[in-house]
């Protein structure tokens, strides 16, 4: 269980997921990124994650942020990407 899953607070703002704040790259896409605009993503990724487990939002850690974590690329592999892009 959560540490903050108990107070009622903590539930109403788990009304927005990672995945709503998430922005995905192909590796192609993140080919084109330069250092500042890589860092940058970085930084906001594993922000908007921390931000989110402060609040009491529990949920299995991304991989995204497992990788980014590690200093590893973050980018899906395009039929990843594919397959989350499609409907159904």
Avoid: I
């Avoid at 903050?4 to 998430?22: G, N, W």
């Avoid at 973050?74 to 989350?84: D, K, Q």
């Amino acid at each position: 269980m959560c540490p903050h899953a108990r107070f009622p607070s903590a539930q109403a703002q788990a009304a927005v997921s990672f995945k709503d704040m998430t922005v995905e790259f192909t590796q192609e896409e993140w080919r084109h990124l330069g250092p500042a605009q890589r860092a940058l993503y970085r930084d906001l990724m594993l922000e908007n994650y921390s931000h989110l487990v402060s609040v009491g939002y529990c949920f299995t850690k991304p991989k995204v942020v497992f990788n980014l974590e590690e200093g590893e690329e973050p980018y899906l592999l395009e039929e990843e990407f594919l397959n989350r892009s499609s409907p159904g």
